[in-house]
Nanobody
Framework: QVQLVSSGGGLVQAGGSLRLSCATS????????MGWFRRAPGKDREFVAA????????NYANSVKGRFTISRDNAKNTVYLQMNSLQAEDTAVYYC?????????????????WGQGTQVTVSS
């Protein structure tokens, strides 16, 4: 089992920044690709960003490329999502997820473990 606890969400004005964190415990963190997904009000959950278990590969949704950066710190068992130039359309609940030996796929079904979500609200 892998437990994931996400934090860092909040209310921010358009153009602002937030950094989400996802702390993990349980299995060996370095064996897991980590992904961020989000669900906006009235919409399905969608892929945001992912990083492979080696850290060498990252993958981003087109809507966040150039604005969001995913990174991982294996010493702290934590994955981060730095979000810059936030827009109202980024308002959503953000979820982190773990995929054993994953390669940063955007496919939700590949991720075995999920965190509880953290709310990000961007005011325009």
């Amino acid at each position: 089992q892998v437990q994931l606890v996400s934090s860092g969400g909040g209310l921010v004005q358009a153009g602002g920044s937030l950094r989400l964190s996802c702390a993990t415990s349980g299995r060996e963190f370095s064996n897991y690709a980590m992904g961020w997904f989000r669900r906006a009000p009235g919409k399905d959950r969608e892929f945001v960003a992912a990083i492979s278990y080696t850290g060498r590969t990252t993958n981003y949704a087109n809507s966040v490329k150039g604005r969001f950066t995913i990174s991982r710190d294996n010493a702290k068992n934590t994955v981060y999502l730095q979000m810059n130039s936030l827009q109202a359309e980024d308002t959503a609940v953000y979820y982190c997820a773990a995929d054993a030996y994953g390669i940063a796929t955007p496919t939700m079904n590949a991720y075995e473990y999920w965190g509880q979500g953290t709310q990000v609200t961007v005011s325009s």
